[in-house]
Antibody, heavy 121, light 110 residues
Framework: QMQLVESGGGVVQPGRSLRLSCAAS????????IHWVRQAPGKGLEWVAA????????YYAESVKGRFTISRDNSKNMLYLQMNSLRAEDTAVYYC??????????????WGQGTLVTVSS | QSALTQPASVSGSPGQSITISCTGT?????????VSWYQQDPGKAPKLMIY???NRPSGVSNRFSGSKSGNTASLTISGLQAEDEADYYC??????????FGTGTKVSVL
């Protein structure tokens, strides 16, 4: 079955960097755009970034633009999120999610289980 | 970009119907038929319930339905059941090629 598994979360000091990974299986990874969505503790969902199926197009939320970089390696079925200049407000569970299968494709399914990033000194 | 506006909480008795609203602008909800809805249990990943305003994925109960009028989308849960207690989020594609989520609604079954 389709599966996304995030990893790489942890505790990091403000101003430092961290790279998240998302391993995909059960579908043709290279055919789908993928998103990162985050959720701060006790808060709502926030869309973070997206990358097209071939990596040629990338999109970012204003809150992370210039600090985060989304990338993918289709030979390894892997998605990445390089997070630089981390701030306390970046503390969240980070989910990767595949773009929708049909219709507008502008929806998310499936989702990974999430990985927690804590930015704290 | 501001989050879409949802009521903080909605409640109903078993068997009743409830509706969750999701209000945006002409640049997101009103401009595209790309509104989706997600159910989230505590500590779990979100689950897709509705896509493209009113389409239900396979495996999702037909008690869940979606609609849109102008800048406001709605999710209706009919025949409310205890298992429907969860947080619900709407999401819309926006004119800046990004996505915006709603503020979230906690559904309680009395």
């Amino acid at each position: 079955q389709m599966q996304l598994v995030e990893s790489g979360g942890g505790v990091v000091q403000p101003g430092r960097s961290l790279r998240l990974s998302c391993a995909a299986s059960g579908f043709t990874f290279s055919s789908y755009g993928i998103h990162w969505v985050r959720q701060a503790p006790g808060k709502g969902l926030e869309w973070v970034a997206a990358i097209s199926y071939d990596g040629s197009d990338k999109y970012y939320a204003e809150s992370v633009k210039g600090r985060f970089t989304i990338s993918r390696d289709n030979s390894k079925n892997m998605l990445y999120l390089q997070m630089n200049s981390l701030r306390a407000e970046d503390t969240a569970v980070y989910y990767c999610a595949r773009r929708g299968e049909s219709g507008s494709h502008k929806w998310f399914d499936p989702w990974g289980q999430g990985t927690l990033v804590t930015v704290s000194s | 970009q501001s989050a879409l506006t949802q009521p903080a909480s909605v409640s109903g008795s078993p068997g009743q119907s409830i509706t969750i609203s999701c209000t945006g602008t002409n640049s997101d909800v009103g401009g595209y038929n790309s509104v989706s809805w997600y159910q989230q249990d505590p500590g779990k990943a979100p689950k897709l319930m509705i896509y493209d305003v009113s389409n239900r994925p396979s495996g999702v109960s037909n008690r869940f339905s979606g609609s849109k009028s102008g800048n406001t989308a709605s999710l209706t849960i009919s025949g409310l059941q205890a298992e429907d207690e969860a947080d619900y989020y709407c999401c819309s594609y926006s004119s800046t090629s990004t996505y915006v989520f709603g503020t979230g609604t906690k559904v309680s079954v009395l």
